[in-house]
Nanobody, 125 residues
């Protein structure tokens, strides 16, 4: 059973910083891309940042220059350092990972997206 467990959310004043972390556990073959999404009240979920297994990162324009995504392949973790937080960054943040697991038959593998439970980030004025 593969699980993604997030930590690090909370309440912070505008201009402050928070760091989110996400750890993958369970039985799997490999982890491809990892990323962070968020859902603000009344809005659709949006991709915030994504990082490949090789370390290439991309960001939504609204966070570029303020947020930094990183991963530790040895520990199967992904983190999101959020600086200069704004009121509009308030949302539930979800960790995502595309993970390859072994199927029941020999040489059969399954790759699909897994999600964390979400962690609330609230930026106050």
């Amino acid at each position: 059973q593969v699980q993604l467990v997030e930590s690090g959310g909370g309440v912070v004043q505008a201009g402050g910083s928070l760091r989110l972390s996400c750890a993958a556990s369970g039985s799997f073959v490999s982890i491809n891309g990892m990323g962070w999404y968020r859902r603000a009240p009344g809005k659709q979920r949006e991709l915030v940042a994504i990082i490949s297994s090789g370390g290439s990162a991309n960001y939504v324009n609204s966070v570029r220059g303020r947020f930094t995504i990183s991963r530790d392949n040895a520990k199967n973790t992904v983190s999101l350092q959020m600086n200069s937080l704004k009121l509009e960054d308030t949302a539930v943040y979800y960790c995502n990972a595309r993970i390859r697991t072994a199927g029941q038959a020999k040489d059969v593998f399954i790759t699909r997206d897994y999600w964390g439970q979400g962690t609330q980030v609230t930026v106050s004025s």
